[in-house]
C-alpha cells in the first residue's frame, strides 16, 4: 500500500500545526526553512496530476523569483507548459495543509477518489531550481515524497522556470517543439536569433549590458551567448555572481530597476547605453537607459509589449496575411501605451486581473496575443491557427516571401509557454536590430505619463473586493465613489486600488498628466483606502 510509505515518508517532512500555506499566484512562496513539508506534499501533487493526465510529464520548479535569498517556493508545470490549472491549486493548498501524516495519506486517497485517479498508474515529473541555497535540501523533500509513490523523476538541476517550461512541452510533444533539455533549449533559441541577424544582414546597433541579479539568469545567459556568438550577439554580463548567495536579487534586478528606477550599481554605463535586467528565475525582463542628459529611463513591459505587436503587425502586413493581433495587459499598464496601441497601432487591447495566468488565458483568443505585465513578464502567443496560416502562405513576391520568412522563424524565438526573460531579451534585440533602432527610437513611441504606485497597510486586506478587471471596488461600499470624486478633479487622471495577491497590502496605483498630480493623488487614494 503506498499509504504506509506516505505516512513513513512524510513523518520525515512534519507539518508544524500552526502554519497555514496556501497555494497562491506564485505558487507556494516562503521563507525556506518553512517549505519542507509543502515541498513533501507537493510531490504527491504532482504525481497525482500526472496520473491523472495519462502520465504526461508534469514540472516542478522550486524558485522565489525576486524575492530575498532567504525565501524559497515551489509551482507545478501543466504539461503544455502552462501554470497548473487553477482546481489543483485548490488541491495543493488542502494537500499542504493536512495536519498529521495519517491525514495526509488519506487526503491524498480522497482527492485521488473524487478525481478517479488511478494511482497504480506511472506518474512523471520534471525537476528544476534557481540558484537558491536552500534548493538541494528542498529538492529532497520533494523526491522523497515521488519516492514513496514510486513516480518516475528527471532532474534538470539549475535551470530558468521558462526553461523549466521549455522543457515540459517538449516532453509531452514528444520533442516537436524542441529538443526536452537545457541545450535544446539554446539551440531553439540561439538558431531562430542566427537566421533572424546574420540571414538578414542585420546587426545589434550597439553592445548592451544585462544583469542578471546574480541568479539563475546568469549561467544561462553565459551559455546561450556561448551558443550564438559573439559577432552577432555583444552583450556585457553583470550580476552573475551566483556562488554568493546573499547577492541574489540584491541591488540588482528587474524588480530593483523597475521599483528604484535607477540603474543597478554594477552596471556602470554610458548615457544613451540600452542596459536590461533579469529576475531571480528570469522570467521577467526590463530595459532602460540613461538618456544624453543622464536622466533615467525606463523602457518596460509595456513598452516591449508595444514593440513586439508593431513588429509583427508590420511583418504580418507585408507578408500580407490576415492576422487577429491583440494586446493583453492589465489596469497598471500605462495609460499612454494603452492608447498608443489602440489608437497608433490600431489593435485591440484587453485588460485582465493581475496574474499572467489570467493574461496568458485572455491571449489565447487572439491570432497572435501579445502579453505583458508593466513589470516585465510576458511573451507572444501565436495559436494555432495562425501558425498554419503563416506556415502554409505560398508568397507572390520576394518581398512577401522574405517577410513571410522573418514570421516563421519569429515564431521559434519565443518561449510560448510562458513569460521567459531570455527569449523576450532576444526579440527585443531582433526587433531593435531590424529597425536600427537605440533605446532613444523606442522610447519615443510614446511618452508615459507619470505613475505612482504606493503600498497601504491595512488591517484586513481581504475587504477589498474588486471588478472590472480590478479597476474598481466594490467593497468597501463608498470607498470607489470617493476616489471617482477625486479622479475627476485631476488631468488625465487615473487611480485604483486592490489587495496584493502576494503581499499583506493594499497597492494603490495612480496616474496624472504631471509627475506632483500623480503623487498627489496616489496618497490622496491611499488616504481613502487606509
Ligand atoms: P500583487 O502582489 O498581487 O500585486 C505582484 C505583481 C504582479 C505579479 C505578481 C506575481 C505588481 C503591481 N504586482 O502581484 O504583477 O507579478 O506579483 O509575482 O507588479
Ligand atoms: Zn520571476
Redesign the pocket.
Known amino acids: 500500500m503506498p499509504h504506509e510509505k506516505i505516512i513513513e515518508a512524510s513523518s520525515k517532512h512534519p507539518k508544524p500545526a500552526d502554519r497555514k500555506f496556501t497555494y497562491g499566484?506564485?505558487g507556494f512562496r516562503m521563507k525556506a526553512d518553512l517549505l519542507d513539508p509543502v515541498m513533501f506534499r507537493v510531490g504527491l501533487v504532482a504525481a497525482l496530476r500526472s496520473q491523472k493526465l495519462n502520465s504526461a510529464t508534469i514540472g516542478v520548479m522550486i524558485t522565489a523569483?525576486h524575492n530575498v535569498p532567504a525565501d524559497n517556493g515551489v509551482k507545478l508545470v501543466d504539461p503544455m507548459g502552462e501554470m497548473l490549472e487553477p482546481a489543483w491549486e485548490v488541491y495543493s493548498t488542502t494537500l499542504s495543509n493536512a495536519a498529521t501524516d495519517e491525514e495526509l495519506a488519506a487526503e491524498y486517497q480522497k482527492l485521488a477518489d473524487q478525481l478517479k485517479i488511478d494511482t497504480t498508474r506511472s506518474a512523471k515529473v520534471v525537476i528544476g531550481r534557481d540558484t537558491r541555497e536552500s534548493g538541494p535540501a528542498l529538492l529532497k523533500a520533494l523526491t522523497d515524497a515521488l519516492d514513496a509513490v514510486g513516480a518516475e523523476y528527471e532532474d534538470h538541476g539549475i535551470v530558468t522556470t521558462p526553461q523549466l517550461h521549455y522543457i515540459v512541452r517538449c516532453i509531452n510533444t514528444h520533442g516537436l517543439y524542441g529538443n526536452p533539455h537545457e541545450n535544446g533549449y539554446y539551440e531553439k533559441l540561439g538558431d531562430a536569433y542566427k537566421q533572424l541577424m546574420k540571414a538578414h544582414g542585420v546587426k545589434q546597433p550597439t553592445k548592451f549590458t544585462v544583469d542578471c541579479a546574480n541568479g539563475v539568469g546568469a549561467p544561462a545567459l553565459h551559455k546561450l551567448a556561448e551558443y550564438i556568438g559573439s559577432d552577432i550577439f555583444q552583450v556585457e554580463i553583470v550580476n552573475d555572481q551566483i556562488n554568493e548567495p546573499s547577492k541574489l536579487n540584491f541591488q540588482c534586478g528587474a524588480d530593483f530597476v523597475k521599483t528604484q528606477q535607477r540603474l543597478p550599481p554594477a552596471s556602470k554605463v554610458e548615457n544613451m547605453v540600452r542596459c536590461a535586467s533579469l529576475d531571480g528565475d528570469a522570467d521577467r525582463l526590463i530595459y532602460y537607459y540613461n538618456d544624453d542628459k543622464g536622466n533615467f529611463r525606463l523602457l518596460d513591459g509595456d513598452k516591449i509589449a508595444t514593440l513586439a505587436a508593431s513588429f509583427i503587425g508590420g511583418l504580418a502586413k507585408d507578408a500580407n496575411i490576415d492576422l487577429n493581433i491583440g494586446v493583453v495587459q492589465?489596469a497598471?499598464a500605462n495609460g499612454s501605451s494603452t492608447d498608443y496601441i489602440k489608437k497608433i497601432l490600431g489593435l485591440p487591447v484587453i485588460c485582465t486581473p493581475?496574474?499572467v495566468k489570467h493574461l496568458h488565458h485572455a491571449a489565447l483568443a487572439f491570432d497572435v496575443g501579445v502579453y505583458f505585465?508593466a513589470?516585465g513578464?510576458g511573451t507572444v502567443l501565436f495559436s494555432n491557427n495562425a501558425i498554419e496560416k503563416i506556415q502554409e502562405l505560398e508568397p507572390e513576391s520576394p518581398g512577401q516571401a522574405e517577410s513571410l520568412k522573418k514570421l516563421r522563424i519569429f515564431i521559434d524565438l519565443i518561449n510560448q509557454t510562458v513569460g521567459d526573460a531570455l527569449s523576450d531579451l532576444l526579440m527585443v534585440e531582433v526587433i531593435l536590430a531590424h529597425k536600427h533602432w537605440g533605446p532613444k527610437e523606442w522610447d519615443n513611441n510614446y511618452t508615459d505619463l507619470p505613475n505612482r504606485?504606493v503600498r497601504v497597510e491595512v488591517t484586513d486586506r481581504t475587504v477589498f473586493k474588486t471588478t472590472d478587471a480590478e479597476r474598481r471596488l466594490i467593497e468597501p461600499a463608498t470607498v470607489q465613489k470617493k476616489i471617482d470624486e477625486l479622479v475627476l478633479k485631476y488631468s488625465k487622471g487615473r487611480a485604483f486600488a486592490r489587495a496584493?495577491?502576494?503581499?499583506d497590502a493594499v497597492?494603490v496605483y495612480a496616474e496624472a498628466a504631471t509627475r506632483g498630480e500623480a503623487e498627489e493623488l496616489a496618497r490622496l487614494v491611499a488616504e481613502i483606502v487606509a
Open positions: 499566484t506564485a523569483s492589465t497598471y493581475t496574474g505585465e513589470n513578464h504606485l496584493s495577491g502576494t503581499e497597492r
